[in-house]
């Protein structure tokens, strides 16, 4: 099987250095990966500039960090530039981009911008389709409070810390690896995780194969005598572990599964349904109490996760790390609590590939009914070409909800597909065993004002998606007020 290459970067080729790099432009500059590597870049004394289509309160940050940033893309943004960061989904069409290539600059992917920075470090990456994000930000958030003193680059705002990226003196660097692009292969990790192995991002890898050769490709770029730490009870990642353990990889598993080296059981939540107590049966053996204040058994996992990549990869202190996992209190848009308003919560969460839906409604309906309420579920389809993909596996993941409203697919980087809409998802939801209400369409305030007349204190809202379904839920907020 030959791994799914990017046709326009080489993320197997070396990483200029960051002397090298001169004065930096990075276009689309306020995007969670790219304001984190401007972030990073501006903390190493780097000269950076920067454009986006529209202002926000990040290009207002970056601004006040040194960066000199505008709204708008022009040939005259990068005058004077020595190198061009961007993302995949920056066409070659950009005007920026394409007058920087005719000058002659050094066009980088963002990881390897990211990576030109960390060539100095001892870095751990976190991969998987689910649970990175949560799992990069409980890595941080541990080895800091061990005394480590991390720099980080996530792909969400850790909460309490007020941002996603920070560069610092210590000699770890924590960095969310995308596996959607196949830029994770840069990093040359000295600790690898991976939270589990599935079928995802298609739309570049084009079979389920081709995804589980790229993780393997990952997991081989380890730095000689690494770490791998994988899920045990997912079946990829359990079937990269055991690849890579044939390979002389060093590998340590995680689960509930018995088979994990680090195995959990007892999971429980406590009388709110929030935080949760979970026990951890340790290789080589002892035992030890997981607490934490984030809900679901897939954050015990995420947490398993951390703990074994900080304490076994980089020899943290066992019990200040389990201090750390339990006064971590989320990253944004990870079931972010955004408000309660006449005894409704309202919770806000990226999830956006089935696995991550699954999770975290399953998650939500449990602390509902504990509540004795129901669950509002409003869910964005993220990708044309993954909601024709996933439809079912997306259907199934709402199934718990008992109301579902679907918003128009968001598009992002993809131009509309026919006959590819919110309704596949609806379809399929509606033929399964349960009793719920289904809505398709309508304006974030027809859907805000319909779920604010349905819900009753006790109640949980959940608005789900990676596009601007996060404005919802202020909208929730809002109407839940006015009723």
Not at 14 to 27: A, D
Not at 96 to 120: F, I, N, P, S, Y
Request: with cysteine; proline share 4%.
């Amino acid at each position: 099987m030959t791994v799914a290459r990017n046709p326009r970067f080489d993320f197997t080729s070396e990483v200029p250095g960051l002397e090298t790099l001169g004065r930096v432009h990075l276009v689309a500059i306020g995007g969670a990966g790219m304001s984190a590597v401007a972030r990073i870049l501006l903390a190493r004394g780097v000269e950076v500039s920067g454009s986006d289509a529209k202002d926000s309160p990040v290009l207002d940050t970056l601004r006040g960090l040194g960066a000199h940033v505008v709204v708008g893309h022009d040939p005259a943004n990068v005058e004077g530039v020595d190198t061009v960061v961007i993302s995949s989904a920056i066409p070659e069409s950009n005007v920026e981009l394409a007058t920087a290539r005719d000058a002659g600059c050094l066009v980088l992917h963002r990881a390897q911008g990211l990576a030109a920075t960390m060539k100095d470090a001892r870095p751990a990456a976190v991969a998987g389709a689910n649970g990175k994000t949560t799992t990069t930000s409980m890595l941080t958030v541990a080895l800091q409070h061990a005394g480590l003193d991390p720099s980080f680059a996530s792909g969400g705002e850790l909460t309490g810390q007020g941002t996603n990226a920070e560069w610092t003196d210590g000699d770890v660097f924590v960095v969310e690896a995308d596996e959607s692009d196949g830029s994770f292969l840069v990093y040359r990790p000295e600790v690898a995780v991976v939270t589990n192995v599935q079928p995802d991002h298609l739309d570049f890898y084009g079979t389920f194969e081709a995804v589980q050769e790229a993780y393997a490709e990952f997991v081989a770029s380890l730095r000689p005598g690494g770490l791998l730490v994988a899920c045990a009870d997912d079946a990829g990642s359990a079937r990269l572990a055991a690849r890579a353990a044939s390979s002389g990889t060093r590998v340590l598993t995680y689960g509930f599964t018995p088979a994990a080296d680090l195995r959990l059981s007892d999971h429980r939540p406590d009388a709110e349904g929030i935080g949760t107590t979970t026990t951890l049966h340790l290789p080589g053996g002892g035992e030890e109490t997981l607490r934490l204040r984030t809900p679901g058994a897939h954050n015990a996992l995420n947490a398993a996760a951390a703990l074994l990549a900080a304490t076994e990869g980089f020899a943290a202190d066992r019990a200040l790390v389990l201090e750390g996992l339990a006064v971590f209190d989320g990253a944004r848009r990870r079931f972010e609590v955004r408000g309660e308003v006449r005894g409704v919560t309202v919770v806000d969460d990226y999830a956006h590939n089935p696995g991550k839906v699954a999770a975290v409604v399953s998650t939500a309906a449990e602390i509902a009914a504990r509540r004795g309420g129901r669950l509002h579920v409003a869910f964005q389809p993220h990708l044309y070409s993954r909601t024709r993909d996933f439809a079912e596996g997306f259907a199934a993941g709402l199934a718990p909800a008992d109301t579902v409203a679907l918003l128009d697919v968001y598009g992002a980087r993809e131009q509309p597909m026919e006959g590819v809409t919110s309704e596949l998802v609806a379809s399929p939801l509606r033929g399964l065993p349960g009793q719920r209400t289904v809505r398709v369409g309508g304006t974030f305030e027809d859907v805000a004002s319909a779920i604010a007349a349905q819900a009753a204190a006790g109640d949980l809202v959940l608005t789900v998606g990676a596009g601007d379904v996060t404005e919802l839920a202020a909208q929730v907020l809002s109407a839940l007020g006015k009723g």
